[in-house]
Structures are given as C-alpha cells and as structure tokens.
C-alpha cells in the first residue's frame, strides 16, 4: 500500500541555520506530493506541493523537488528563523484517491536564536 | 474569507458515549474530509464526503460516521466511545471538483476530544 516515511525528530537548530527534513514515500502509480506545517495550537497549512516528478514546490523559502527515481520529496531551507519552529508533516495522495491524504509521522523542528 | 470552522473546539466524554463534531467548511468548496490525529498512529484519514456523498473512507470501525449536508457543512460521529478515541479530530475541505490527488486542503483547528 501507499506510505510516508520521514525522519524522526526533534530537530534543533540555531537561527540562520540550513534544515533538511528527508522524507520517502511508496507508492503505485504517479502521486501528488506536499508538505503540510502545524504550528502549536493549530490546525495544519499547506507549505508546499508538488504533482508530477522533478517539480519543485517552494514557498516562505522552503523548497522540495519531487524526485521519482529516489521516490524522495525532502524538504529543505537555507537559513531558519525561531517562528520556522512547528511540527512538519510530508505527505502524498493517490490521483484514485480523491483528497485522502497519507500523512508521515511529523518531524517537530525547534529554532533557537 | 472565513476558513474552516470546527465545533467544539475542546469536549470531555466517558466511556460509552458518542460524539457529534461539526465542520464548516470555507465557502464554495464542497469536499470536506476529516482526519484523526493521535500521539501514537499519527495523522489518519477517516472519510471525505463530496456533495452529500461518502467519497472515500479510511480503516476505521463502523462506530465512526459522518454526513454532509446540502451547504457542504459536515459532522462526524463517534458512538460507543473508547478511551483509545481520545484523539485531535481534523476537518479540512477544499474545492474537489473531481477525484484529484493535487487537490489542495485547507485545515480547521480541530476539535480536540478526550474520553475518560
């Protein structure tokens, strides 16, 4: 069946920073792929997506290349700031499947000043 | 644009009750899914309903259930409460116009329920 993987947290980092989150995914067939953000408190938002292979998603300075030959989707940037600090969530969703979404884990990323 | 709004946002059961959790999605989208989010299992996927109907449905025993209604507000239902029900429960909708995976959901705060 479909799953995420991604790495388990925490992850500290001081401000100015470079974070990388790895994340993998099984899955038949072609799916779309995203990053989701929750911040304390909340419910989650969209970061980022991406919907066929070697799309780039990007938003607030996060970037994620949907990598097929690796079926990786790891999100990356290059200089945090303490208000990056939540919880991430990579996760992908069958084109089949209306919006069902597979959800990995969550890596929780704490920045520090 | 108002988002989506979940009702109540805190709620305390016991053992053997049920629950009624609401969503209102934001307007003019007519997709809303809900999602069970626990220290444990993680974020799972419960159902998606689209103009009234169940479009999808995840692993989860018949005591949950939901509905949609004619303004695309939704509610979940949970009866015969287990402890293991205490969970963050998550409603998102989006537009949904077909059975597309790059459809983008938009996330209530969610209703967070504990079962003593």
């Known amino acids: 069946g479909n799953s995420v993987t991604q790495m388990e947290g925490p992850v500290t980092l001081s401000e100015e920073a470079f974070l990388t989150i790895n994340c993998t995914y099984t899955a038949t067939g072609y799916p779309s792929l995203f990053w989701y953000v929750q911040y304390p408190g909340e419910g989650l938002q969209l970061l980022l997506k991406a919907t066929k292979a070697d799309d780039k998603g990007s938003n607030k300075g996060f970037e994620a290349t949907y990598r097929k030959e690796t079926t990786s989707f790891h999100l990356e940037k290059g200089s945090v700031q303490v208000s990056d600090s939540a919880v991430y969530f990579c996760?992908?969703?069958?084109?089949?499947?209306?919006?069902?979404?597979?959800f990995g884990k969550g890596t929780t990323l704490s920045v520090s000043s | 644009k108002a988002g989506v709004t979940q009702t109540p946002r805190y709620l305390i059961k016991t053992r053997g009750q049920q629950v009624t959790l609401s969503c209102s999605p934001i307007s003019g989208h007519r997709s809303v899914s809900w999602y069970q989010q626990t220290p444990g299992q993680g974020l799972q996927f419960l159902f998606e309903y689209f103009s009234e109907t169940q479009r999808n449905k995840g692993n989860f025993p018949g005591r949950f259930s939901g509905r949609q209604f004619s303004n695309s507000r939704s509610e979940m239902n949970v009866s015969t409460l287990e402890l293991g029900d205490s969970a963050l429960y998550l409603c998102?909708?989006?537009?949904?116009?077909?059975?597309?995976?790059?459809?983008?959901?938009?996330f209530g705060a969610g209703s967070r329920l504990t079962v003593l």
């Open positions: 996760a992908l969703s069958a084109h089949q499947a209306g919006t069902a979404l597979i």
């Open positions: 998102a909708s989006s537009a949904g116009q077909a059975s597309s995976g790059a459809n983008v959901l938009t």
